[in-house]
């Protein structure tokens, strides 16, 4: 048994030394999902892979390893204290045997086909560095729209396009080569949010392309994990507009266009701070925060909460918690009618693609060639 911190490595046996694709999944407190995700890993049509899962300090690790359990032949396991998504990913890149690296959190799944039409565009291009896809987004298990719909992509994707998010890569979309990633400088692992779009930016600085293909190939779960953070995303996000702009390669057009996306992230968390502190009572901190977003984000219902805060805080203060409660209840309506929009779009097409191809059970599973997979 390892020491509690240490990383310790379990090798499927007979595994080959190189393979084409290394499969990245940082697991923390996933043993309800991560089965699905290893699923979809072995129905893939492309098979010249490894499976590498770093569990990052999970809480339910004994839970987690009992689920592994009938995959520990297909996989190579590591294990660490919690250092967040960034040093997980970065132990799985630098023990990767793989030229590609393919990214997949483990709460979402594959289609089958995603690792053989990612690995063609990279094959196809020495020039392109990351290469992703599109993929049906998930609520609650229900599929409401694709990540193409909710964030349009505009192509040539470059530096300037990713920081004004006219282009977002969905991480488990992701394939990338290697040398890219540790040339860029693997993840930041200050960042526990935006950690991928930093890096993505710094990829493209080092002069990678980056593409993407149109199909879907994922099913990625929204509203849980990591990313359900909005106030710590919009830090993280502050944060690696601060860190890019001291990037000694930018352009003085590149630097402006950094900087004013900083700005502007920063107008954005001073606004849910200032959100979270009118419910907890701190209207002082709520004006503070909200003048500062004004400075920026110069709306008319801006201005109408700076003046609220101003004349009738108290008044605002009771008013507020209402309002949440109206915007929730708005949300849940806008989310059933995308279930609904989306079920009457695709009808039962939807079912086969949400749904994980059946997969062999697990004593067949370990039966299999490992360095094949």
């Known amino acids: 048994m390892a020491k509690r911190g240490s990383v310790q490595s379990e090798s499927p046996s007979g595994s080959s030394p190189s393979v084409s694709v290394s499969v990245v999944i940082p697991a923390y407190n996933s043993a309800e999902y991560i089965a699905e995700a290893l699923d979809s890993v072995v129905a893939q049509t492309f098979v010249d892979y490894e499976i590498i899962v770093v569990n990052d300090g999970s809480s339910d690790t004994e839970k987690l390893e009992r689920v592994l359990a009938p995959y520990l032949r297909l996989i190579r396991y590591f294990k660490q204290e919690n250092k967040g998504p960034s040093a997980a990913r970065n132990v799985a890149i630098r023990a990767a045997c793989g030229k590609y690296v393919a990214f997949l959190d483990s709460d979402d799944r594959w289609l089958p086909t995603h690792l053989e039409t990612q690995v063609r565009l ?46 977002t890569v969905v991480t488990s979309a992701a394939v990338a080569r290697r040398a890219a990633l540790l040339q860029a400088g693997l993840f930041d692992e200050r960042f526990r949010h935006c950690e991928d779009f930093d890096l993505w930016a710094r990829v493209l600085l080092c002069d990678f392309r980056i593409d993407y293909a149109d199909q879907i190939q994922i099913i990625h779960r929204s509203g849980i994990g990591l990313s359900s953070d909005s106030e710590s995303m919009k830090r993280s996000l502050l944060g690696v507009f601060q860190k890019l702009s001291a990037q000694l390669s930018l352009s003085e057009a590149q630097r402006r266009l950094v900087l004013e996306r900083q700005v502007q992230a920063d107008a954005l968390l001073q606004l849910a701070l200032c959100k979270k502190a009118i419910l907890a009572g701190d209207l002082s901190a709520a004006l503070s925060a909200a003048q500062l977003a004004k400075e920026f984000l110069n709306t008319w219902r801006l201005r109408c909460l ?17 309002y949440v409660q ?10 059933k009618q995308l279930r609904d929009s989306f079920k009457a779009r695709v009808g039962k097409a939807s079912d086969c693609e949400v749904q994980p191809r059946v997969i062999p059970s697990a004593d067949k599973i370990q039966s299999k060639t490992p360095s094949t997979v």
């Open 122 to 167: 990279l094959e196809n291009d020495a020039e392109l560095g990351l290469v992703y896809a599109d993929g049906i987004v998930t609520v609650g298990g229900a599929p409401v729209r694709t990540c193409f719909q909710i964030n349009r992509q505009t192509r040539p994707v470059t530096f300037e396009i990713l920081v004004q998010e006219d282009c």
């Open 306 to 322: 700076v003046f609220g805060l101003r004349v009738t805080p108290r008044l605002l203060a009771a008013v507020y918690p209402f």
């Open 326 to 335: 109206s915007l929730e209840r708005r949300n849940r309506a806008r989310l």
